[in-house]
């Protein structure tokens, strides 16, 4: 629990420093601040990603004491990436042509590579040890650290550079929190294995390559944008990416966190048809919790840019943000509900061709949908190239006969949408703000659990009950 508490807080205060910075921003110099950050996503996904997935994957409080070479191997490689990315970094300033986004965003998107890749594989060797109070405490002091240096030097500066440094600081402030806990005695850089390193690459490598060409997407769009109609316009259109993919993402990775370590503890200790049966009931359990949630944005959509979008970014933010829903959750669906199926058999190779299907689909979208007077057809390209990709993987997962979710399950998860989306019908008419807002989480939730529990979908009804039964007791007794 409190590593979902965690979440929540970090999901929270993403949220908060996202809006401060696009709000002191503002749409053109928030677009530079956003394209740079993309680019730096990508640099850190292909170079440090696979050290956070092996973290994941192969380390555990045993194999800390049994095998340090895993750790020691991990340690050795950040540092030996890191002096590439300097030093190959460096050369390509050097030499390159000039860039609109300046050389210094470009050092700046570097070094949000090294050290983002840093935190997250920071925080992934804790949640692999299950030290929940020593991530809980590193996410705190990364979020407070930067809602005051990431939002304070948008506000200060009102300089997209001087955001980015603000963040990175937060970052490497998060990590330095928790240096005790992070050290391993057994385990020293000198320790690294070249074995082990081909090992853990073998893993991660076709899910690090998926996944950076799943970020190549957004990232050419935004390019593209840029080439089109400018920063300024690069920035409504990445707001409603950036808050959209960050909600579908933290709901989701607020699951995955627990599920599929569930799923590899199911799999180590009961054998692979235990662990495909979870990795099973994951599915359900993510799909159940994302589609309601994506209806339940586009529903109240009104009242989200009402109450949180900053002014200048009202309109378009809402325009972008539904066309590129079904994308998002489609993405969702394909990190936390399908890749599992992949990654708890170690046979990663076909998120490859799923993440190409993206990036094909994606250009063939972008070059044939007419482009019109904003970056809606860009946006509509993104989501179904997103889209495509899922519809790809599913068709590469049923060969490898996995357990699939119940029919019964996931038709249950659709009724129950449906049925909130007809409740919130009626007040769609409603003035946007908070009331109507509250009115409409209320009444959606309300619906949706309901059907949930009649529907007893993925055994919730008796999760549900069972977790009840022990507070019901201790309310009769105090009675």
């Excluded at 970020?215 to 944008?225: E, G, I, K, Y």
Aim: charged residues 10%.
């Amino acid at each position: 629990m409190k590593v979902l508490a965690a979440f929540l807080a970090n999901t929270v205060a993403n949220f908060l420093i996202g809006l401060l910075v696009a709000k002191f921003l503002g749409p053109e110099e928030y677009g530079r601040f956003a394209l740079a950050f993309a680019i730096g996503v990508v640099i850190q996904t292909g170079a440090f990603d696979w050290m956070r997935l092996s973290a994941t994957r192969f380390y555990s409080t045993r194999v800390r004491e049994a095998e340090p070479a895993i750790r020691a191997t991990l340690d050795f490689a950040y540092l030996a990436t890191t002096a590439v990315v300097i030093v190959v970094g460096g050369l390509f300033l050097l030499i390159a042509p000039p860039f609109a986004l300046g050389d210094t965003l470009i050092a700046l998107a570097l070094a949000t590579a090294a050290i983002n890749g840093l935190f997250d594989y920071s925080t992934a060797l804790l949640r692999a040890r299950f030290e929940d109070k020593s991530y809980s405490r590193v996410v705190l002091a990364k979020n407070i650290l930067a809602l005051a240096l990431t939002g304070g030097g948008a506000f200060v500066f009102h300089s997209a550079g001087m955001a980015i440094a603000g963040s990175l600081a937060s970052l490497l402030g998060a990590v330095f929190t928790a240096r005790v806990s992070l050290k391993d005695p057994g385990a020293s850089p000198r320790g690294a294995r070249m074995a082990t390193a081909r090992m853990l690459i073998a893993y991660s490598a076709p899910i690090v390559a998926a996944n950076m060409l799943y970020q190549s997407v957004p990232l050419a769009a935004r390019a593209l944008v840029t080439a089109y109609y400018g920063f300024a316009e690069t920035g409504q259109f990445s707001l409603a990416y950036d808050l959209g993919i960050r909600a579908i993402f933290a709901m989701g990775s607020a699951l995955d966190v627990l599920l599929f370590q569930i799923a590899v503890a199911a799999h180590e200790r009961h054998g692979a048809e235990k662990g495909k049966e979870q990795i099973a009931r994951n599915m359900t359990i993510v799909a159940a919790f994302l589609l309601p949630a994506c209806a339940g944005i586009w529903l109240t959509m009104p009242s989200i840019e009402a109450l949180i979008v900053p002014p200048q970014f009202r309109g378009p933010f809402g325009h972008y943000l539904d066309l590129l829903l079904p994308g998002l959750f489609a993405m969702g669906l394909i990190q936390f509900a399908v890749n599992p199926v992949f990654q708890i058999e170690k046979k990663t190779a076909p998120l490859i061709g799923a993440a190409s299907v993206a990036v094909v689909a994606g250009l063939c979208f972008a070059f044939v949908i007419p482009r019109g007077a904003d970056a809606s057809s860009l946006a509509l390209a993104q989501c179904l190239a997103y889209v495509a990709a899922l519809a790809a993987l599913v068709l590469f997962a049923a060969r490898t006969s996995p357990q699939w979710p119940r029919g019964r399950d996931m038709l249950g998860a659709l009724a129950a949408t449906g049925a909130m989306v007809l409740a919130l019908h009626p007040l769609a008419g409603l003035e946007p703000g908070i009331l109507t807002l509250l009115l409409q989480v209320g009444v959606g939730g309300f619906v949706y659990c309901g059907a949930v529990l009649a529907l007893d979908i993925a055994g919730m009804r008796g999760l549900a009950f069972s977790r009840a039964a022990p507070i019901l007791a201790r309310a009769r007794a105090a009675l």
